[in-house]
């Protein structure tokens, strides 16, 4: 469950932040920047802090500067979880994580009416297990997941796209011996995962192989959060977020195409 740890290090929330703008796609206020005549798209889902975050939005900008088109939802509907608000037990009975699945679909349906044929989606915390979701049922392209809340073994298990997962080694939600469960259950799907696709042709069966490409990594010396939670004055905390901007980046470039 969410803790102390989930809510460490809060953002100052500024709804002007960032080089984009927010409008609303699929129902949701969201903030999108990129060029609008891009084909490819990325959602960033935030963690309990929402989409008004300046780190997140700065990420949003550096993701839309490779040439994505990017969106960045604001799933808790003007209710984030910041300090002297609801305990986060009690706020997350209205911000449950299969609602946020829910209200991806028509977010991803409204990017593909503006012209986006592939998309890809990176989740913090929080929105770690929507994007989880999402990657089962092949709603997107790609997944992303960096020091994931409520994942499960099994939810990895069940992600039919190329994912990515980026830990810490401080995390009391995704530990590192958590982590590295994640990364093997997803190398026996690559190697051991067989669909026994039927089909006749020219009078033989043809045989279908499931793959799914992974990446996992963990980050030494950071704590759950840090990729979107970091200190920009401290330099190593700054060079460790950078370093994760980077590895998200190359994933979604390889396979958001």
């Known amino acids: 469950m969410s803790g102390p740890q989930c809510c460490a290090n809060p953002p100052t929330l500024n709804p002007n932040s960032g080089a984009g703008h927010v409008e609303k796609l699929g129902g949701l206020s969201t903030y999108v920047t990129g060029s609008p005549d891009s ?7 935030s963690d309990v802090f929402g989409y008004e975050a300046p780190n997140l939005r700065k990420l949003a900008d550096k993701v839309a500067a490779a040439g994505f088109y990017v ?3 604001d799933f808790f509907h003007g209710d984030p979880n910041v300090d002297g608000g ?3 037990q009690e706020w997350i009975k209205d911000h449950g994580v299969d609602k946020g699945f829910e209200e991806a679909k028509p977010v991803i349906q ?12 990176v989740g913090f915390c929080w929105g770690a297990k929507v994007v989880v979701q999402l990657a089962k049922h092949e709603f997107i392209q790609a997944a992303v997941l960096l020091h994931p ?18 830990g ?19 190398t026996a799907k690559s190697e051991h995962e067989i669909a ?8 033989r069966h043809q045989i279908s192989l499931l793959q799914v490409d992974s990446f996992v990594k963990i980050f030494p010396k950071v704590a759950h959060g840090w990729s979107v939670r970091y200190n920009a004055e401290d330099e190593f905390a700054v ?9 998200l980046l190359e994933w979604l470039t390889k396979y958001v195409k």
């Open 39 to 45: 084909k490819l798209a990325t959602l960033l889902i």
């Open 168 to 186: 810490a080694e401080i995390d009391q939600f995704s530990p590192p011996a958590l982590v590295k469960e994640f990364e093997e259950a997803l």
């Open 110 to 121: 409204a990017l593909k009416c503006k012209g986006i044929t592939a998309t890809g989606a």
């Open 86 to 88: 609801r305990p986060l």
């Open 239 to 247: 060079k460790a977020a950078e370093e994760a901007h980077q590895n």
């Open 149 to 166: 809340s409520f994942v499960t073994v099994d939810d990895i298990k069940g992600v039919e796209v190329p994912i990515s997962v980026l």
């Open 71 to 73: 969106a960045v939802p």
């Open 196 to 203: 026994f696709c039927l089909t006749s042709m020219y009078g």
